[in-house]
């Protein structure tokens, strides 16, 4: 019921703040995984468009200018929020680090924003930056650090929602809805009258120095002094690492994890009812997604599209993270978290531009999560340096535990994509009948790791075991590359990447997502028995005996195994030379499935050994998809 009460309440909460920010809330992933239990994470990513010749910095400079405050006034809410929170873990001394949370208003914060953007446009600011974990004192010190100067503040002008509050309290309060801003003296009547056209406190609360120390003054005595640049750059620890035990340098054998005696199709049910992959319909449709008008493609399929008005161009977002990858193999993790955003905003037809970043850990004070979080960063980057994606910001969530219980390694990515042409998409559903369907890729799926592997394998706490397969960076960009090329000439009519639940779970949200079923083989996917002989080059990478041979004899392996850089697309028939010489041209294994038609998800092999294959409608399936997440939540 706690598990409930919070995923309600947080979804809730996102809603209701976006909404009336006039924000939509367009992509976004949800997981359930017992570390969590403890402490549930909560990433947020936001994007926005400036023009170039209007970008502020929040670099403080000009000896002499003001320091303004503006917006909602300060209170204790926050006191002791992320600023105390980020370094504590939560035991049975939990009252007494209980922060007091801070007190959103939505409708304040939009009128803020009109605010900042009035300003901004009036050229009436000389940096600005938002106040957020230690309030004012993180704002001022940074801006300060960044300009090479100093600021003096007077915590005893900044306007309170509550009386004798303590400087040392106004100085970390985590209230929001606030901006600190430096202004040249001749500029403040201006922006004084746009914050009282839009009802907001705006007060003069210091002053740039030449000093590069954050001095606070309260009552007209200095009660704190301190070189910026120490506040705001602080030392690189040397953390030593320990591997963790669970860690593995080899996957599991399927040997001894023999197949289960249920049906593909129970099995198929099953995954498609998990709360980790079912429809999240019920949470985005409290979201606001298509204020402004600019959403092409909406929540539910791999990544966001949203039109930039006035130019034709697009952009795509997505989220993307697994704990239990990471967890398993941070380094692996962490290249595949952002290997996996990547390709979803590749799948609607975007090139990756840039990624942001929340890295959810545990205590680095000890050694196995040091080197979680090592690991985890070292894969990114090796990701992002071969994507061309950089990092261009980010968030650090550290010491998630709860009596030493620590939550999965999570790492989460946010990924942006361009497109010249935002009518040239692609979406996740089937299209048409008669539709050709193709497997791009031929990374071999394993049940380490997988969504399969914990409902199936995992007993009664679902702990995952053995090493995720490793992402070929060279097959991936080649893979992105040719997804991207294909949908900019209208060659695609769907595309999907597979991810949790396997390839099967992907055929079959691209079945729900177009309300149409689909008549596959498997004959020609290499690692079932196809033509190709890729599975020949598969077997080294790890060999074990699950590549040993095809997977014909582990159909569900085939089926529900899971491995990156592997994209469901389908075709129009007339197509098909095309899209074959594409991929044939790029290095990029394609392999042939079936046709798009009819009301059932059909799947068939040759090889399949001691296995019919799977039949199971797509009314059935939708039935299921639809409803789980409200059945977990109790409804």
């Given at each position: ?39 549930c994470l909560v990433n947020a990513m936001t994007v926005g468009l400036v023009d170039h010749d209007q970008i502020i910095r929040s670099k403080a400079a000009g000896v002499g200018n003001h320091v303004v405050l ?267 978290a952002v290997c996996e955003a990547a390709r979803n905003v590749s799948c609607v037809g975007a090139k990756p531009i840039a990624i942001t970043n929340c890295l959810n850990f545990g205590n680095p004070d000890n ?59 692609c979406t996740v559903a089937f299209k048409d009948e008669g539709d050709l369907v193709y497997l791009l890729g031929d990374a071999v799926p394993a049940l380490d790791g997988s969504e399969y592997q914990k409902r ?180």
């Open positions: 019921n706690r598990q409930r009460y919070l995923f309600e309440q947080v979804v809730a909460g996102i809603g209701g703040y976006g909404n009336c920010m006039g924000i939509p809330t367009v992509a976004g992933e949800v997981y359930f995984e017992d570390p969590y239990a403890g402490n503006f917006g909602s006034k300060t209170g204790r809410d926050g006191i002791g929020g992320a600023s105390v929170l980020a370094s504590q873990v939560f035991d049975e001394t939990l009252e007494e680090k209980r922060p007091s949370v801070q007190v959103g208003d939505p409708f304040t914060e939009k009128k803020l924003l009109e605010a900042c953007l009035e300003l901004l446009s009036a050229d009436l600011l000389v940096a600005l930056q938002d106040l957020g974990a230690a309030g004012i004192t993180s704002s001022s010190s940074e801006m300060a650090a960044k300009g090479e100067v100093g600021i003096d503040l007077h915590a005893d002008r900044v306007p309170l929602r509550e009386a004798d509050m303590e400087p040392w309290e106004i100085m970390i309060s985590e209230s929001q809805e606030r901006m600190l801003c430096i202004v040249a003296p001749e500029c403040w009547e201006g922006l004084k009258a746009v914050c009282d056209r839009w009802d907001l406190d705006a007060t003069i609360v210091g002053e740039v120095t030449d000093t590069k120390h954050l001095r606070v003054f309260f009552g007209g005595e200095m009660v704190g002094d301190m070189d910026a640049e120490a506040l705001a750059e602080p030392p690189t620890y040397d953390i030593p690492q320990e591997r963790p035990a669970h860690e593995v340098d080899r996957p599991l054998d399927p040997v001894d994890y023999p197949a289960p005696s249920a049906s593909l199709e129970d099995i198929l049910v099953d995954l498609i009812g998990s709360p980790n992959i079912a429809s999240r319909r019920w949470v985005w449709q409290q979201y606001d997604h298509q204020v402004q008008l600019n959403t092409v493609i909406v929540p539910g399929g791999d990544a966001a599209l949203l039109r930039i008005k006035r130019t034709g161009a697009g952009i795509a977002v997505c989220t993307d993270g697994n704990g239990r990858q990471t967890f398993l193999d941070p380094y692996r993790g962490g290249k595949a050694g196995p999560i040091a080197y979680q979080l090592a690991q985890a960063i070292e894969g990114m980057a090796q990701a992002c340096e071969a994507l061309g994606t950089p990092v261009i910001s980010g968030n650090v969530s550290l010491y998630n535990e709860s009596f030493e219980q620590p939550i999965y390694p999570t790492a989460v990515v946010g990924m942006l994509g361009v497109m010249d042409d935002v009518t040239a998409n199936w394998y995992g007993g009664a706490r679902g702990r995952p075991a053995g090493r995720i397969p490793d992402v070929d960076l060279g097959a991936e960009v080649a893979l992105q590359a040719v997804l991207r090329q294909a949908i900019a000439v209208r060659l695609l009519r769907s595309a999907h990447d597979c991810s949790d639940g396997g390839l099967a779970v992907a055929l079959a949200e691209s079945c729900l997502a177009g309300k149409i079923g689909v008549v596959l083989t498997f004959d020609e996917v290499p690692w079932v028995g196809g033509r190709s002989g890729c599975a020949a080059s598969a077997v080294g990478a790890e060999g074990h005996s699950m590549v040993a041979g095809p997977l014909a004899a582990r159909p569900d392996l085939a089926l529900f195994g899971e491995t990156p850089t592997l994209v469901v697309v389908s075709i129009a028939p007339a197509d098909a030379d095309q899209l074959e010489e594409l991929c044939e041209a790029a290095g990029v294994p394609c392999a042939r499935l079936g046709t798009v038609g009819g009301r059932e998800l059909v799947m068939t092999s040759n090889g399949f050994a001691g296995s019919a294959g799977l039949r199971v409608s797509v009314d059935a399936l939708d039935a299921v998809y639809e409803s789980a997440l409200r059945r977990a939540l109790g409804e």
